[in-house]
Structure formats: structure tokens, C-alpha cells
């Protein structure tokens, strides 16, 4: 037999079966149940994330800054974190201050957060002149990896939300600097 022969079956067979899904319906909870189904309370049912309140650290002491030899594409920057300043919150924040120093030393400096699962940041604060400048209910934001951003993308991806190193306190992180352990 041919192939073609197959082909009128077809048509008339589909549509009546697509039609009798159709009707069939859903099938109720309760004979979910009796069939050995789940009850909605071994479901896990979607949370909503809610970001817990941070008071800012102290100003940064150059005392305490840490080189984290990461460039800026294109740019003059030097990236300093500020190591008292890093903390994982109870709601899975990374929070941080990092310093850019372009070669002229003025200080940028910015309060920020990362979270992990969502590769997102936000910035809290930014210095001026030994102070916290609170940029209140900043949006979080996409981290992306270019320019003057690229600090961003290095620390979540290589030393604050590496998927090799899950759940790693403060000190696991500044030691990960130290280490080198992400060159070859």
C-alpha cells in the first residue's frame, strides 16, 4: 500500500479525535484523589519574594578596600569592595559597596544589592563626600556585563552567586577573591 492511501483516514480520524478530547472535559479533584493524585497541599504553590529592610553600612575606609582586580571594559576604573560591608541578608540579598577609582582618585562609590536567582541588582546609595545619598525605592535591574557595569556581572557569576559554591557565607566570598580559584 501507498502512503497516500493513509491520508484520507487521516483527515476524518484527527479532527473526530481532537473533537472527543474536547468534550471529555476535566476530571474532577475528588477522583484525582481516589486515583492517587495530589492534594493541593503537597503542591508547592508559588511565594511571593519579600526584601527585607537593610540598614546601610558604614562609609568606606580605604583602610578596608579590597582590589578586585576586575576591569571596566574600555574604562579607567579600579573596583574596590569594601569588605565590612558584605553581608548574605536573610532574604537571599547580597549586599555590598563597591568603589570605582578612575587614575584622577575621586571616589564613585555605590550600596548595592545582588539577587542570585534572579541576576538582578540594586543600588541603595551612592557616596558623596564621606556621606550615604539613599536612592529610595530604586528598581532592580537586569545585571548586565558591559562598560562600567561589568563589575556587576563578574561578581554575581564568578565570586558572590557561582552555582559551583551555593549558600557560601562572607568570608567563602572574600577568600574566592584571593584564591584566583575562577582563573586557569
Known amino acids: ?72 571594559d574600555g574604562m579607567q576604573y579600579t573596583v574596590y569592595l569594601d569588605k565590612p560591608s558584605l553581608v548574605r541578608g536573610k532574604d537571599g540579598v547580597v549586599r555590598y559597596t563597591v568603589v570605582l577609582m578612575p587614575p ?29 545619598q539613599v536612592m529610595n525605592h530604586s528598581p532592580w535591574q537586569a545585571v548586565r556585563g558591559s562598560g562600567a557595569n561589568r563589575y556587576r556581572r563578574i561578581l554575581y557569576e564568578e565570586y558572590f552567586c557561582n552555582p559551583m559554591r551555593p549558600g557560601q557565607g562572607v568570608r567563602e566570598m572574600i577568600d574566592s577573591f584571593s584564591e584566583n580559584w575562577h582563573e586557569m
Open 104 to 132: 584622577s582618585g575621586v571616589w564613585n562609590v555605590s550600596n548595592e544589592g545582588l539577587r542570585c536567582g534572579e541576576k538582578q541588582y540594586r543600588r541603595y546609595a551612592y557616596g558623596i563626600d564621606g556621606k550615604w
Open 1 to 72: 500500500m501507498k502512503s497516500d492511501q493513509y491520508t484520507p483516514w487521516l483527515r476524518v480520524t484527527l479532527p473526530g479525535a481532537a473533537l472527543l478530547c474536547c468534550m471529555a472535559g476535566p476530571v474532577p479533584a475528588a477522583d484525582d484523589e481516589e486515583l492517587g493524585g495530589w492534594s493541593d497541599e503537597y503542591i508547592e504553590q508559588p511565594h511571593s519574594w519579600t526584601e527585607l529592610d537593610a540598614a546601610l553600612p558604614a562609609y568606606p575606609q580605604q583602610r578596608d578596600l579590597l582590589d578586585l582586580g576586575i576591569g571596566s
